[in-house]
């Protein structure tokens, strides 16, 4: 069945560094890649997203890329803040069609 | 434009009730989304509505059901709750069944 695996599941960086979230989907047929961002107590928000015609996207210090072949995309998060701290989750469209499916999440930690 | 909103907010249920959960979607979106949330699970998707029609579900038992009304509005109905139901239950918003837009959920505790 349809599957998306996130890597990694923890992960901590120094403040002002470069942090990057690895996620691969198995239906060949997704064409619509979003990154959510949830804050301790909050609902998911919609950081970014990536449709399967390009292969890049950036929004000031944030970009995801996509690799259609090899079935993964990832998130790049520039210059990290404190604020940047909370799970990030990335998601791809299964079973057809309107039905989301997400990886369980990545833990990111900024120290300042 | 007003956001998803969820209500109610907060829900305390004995094990074999049921509870009703409501999402009010952003003015114009159609498509509709449920989903559960616990800390082992992360978000699983339980079903997708449209023009108040399911279009997809989730892998969960019967006991999980939904239905949206003709306003977009919509609800979900978990009957004989298992103490495994304590989770927080998400509803998302979308124009087009893409980006999603997250209601700030229902916390449900079955004691």
């Known amino acids: 069945g349809e599957n998306v695996e996130q890597h990694p599941s923890t992960l901590s960086v120094q403040e002002g560094d470069s942090a990057v979230i690895k996620c691969t989907y198995s239906d060949s047929a997704s064409n619509y890649f979003p990154w959510y961002k949830q804050e301790l107590g909050k609902r998911p928000q919609l950081i970014i997203d990536?449709?399967?015609?390009?292969g890049e996207k950036k929004d000031q210090r944030i970009a995801v890329t996509l690799n259609k072949t090899a079935k993964h995309f990832s998130l790049h998060i520039t210059e990290t803040q404190p604020e940047d701290s909370a799970v990030y989750f990335c998601?791809?469209?299964?079973?057809?069609?309107?039905?989301?499916?997400f990886g369980a999440g990545t833990r990111l930690f900024v120290k300042a | 434009k007003a956001g998803v909103t969820q209500t109610p907010r907060y829900l305390i249920k004995t094990r074999g009730q049921q509870v009703t959960l409501s999402c009010s979607p952003i003015?114009?979106?159609?498509?509709v989304s449920w989903y559960q949330q616990t800390p082992g699970q992360g978000l699983q998707f339980l079903f997708e509505?449209?023009?108040?029609?399911?279009?997809n579900k989730g892998n969960f038992p019967g006991r999980f059901s939904g239905r949206q009304f003709s306003n977009s509005r919509s609800e979900m109905n978990v009957s004989t709750l298992e103490l495994g139901d304590s989770a927080l239950y998400l509803c998302a918003s979308s124009l087009l069944a893409d980006e999603q837009y997250f209601g700030p959920g229902t916390r449900l505790t079955v004691t």
């Open positions: 990536i449709r399967s015609n390009v």
């Open positions: 509505y449209f023009s108040e029609t399911q279009r």
């Open positions: 003015s114009g979106h159609r498509s």
């Open positions: 998601a791809s469209p299964g079973g057809g069609g309107f039905k989301t499916i």
